[in-house]
């Protein structure tokens, strides 16, 4: 979870490419950039178990080049990054008898089980 430094307002400007792509968030006086999960299992370059469609070697390199640019005009640039345990509850072999993109309750609320993905300290949940 990221944290804006200070109020975000209707000045906050959101500019998204596909899903982990780059966010850019203005405010009046500070401006950033945040990259979102540029993950290997959200990639189809790096085989991902939970890849999004058009995250492919260009895709990638759009990223890495947008960011750099932004970063040279001097945007202070942060990065997210899923980070699960093994064993976390939203992973469907976890869950004897589930499959992938099953639904259940969880806490009162609906949890869909993911594939395993960001296992921390894996390739998978390596930031590209
Ligand atoms: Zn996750």
Sequence with gaps: M?????????WVLFFTLVLGGMVIAAQPTKIGVIVVDVQ???TKLKNGSLAVDGTDEAYIKAVEENTKKLKEAGFPIYATQDWHPKNHVSFFTNHKGKKAF?????GGKDQVLWPPHCVQNTSGAEIL
């Design 102 to 106: 099953d639904v259940i309750k969880l």
């Design 40 to 42: 290997g299992d959200f």
């Design 2 to 10: 990221i944290h804006l430094a200070g109020r975000t307002t209707a």
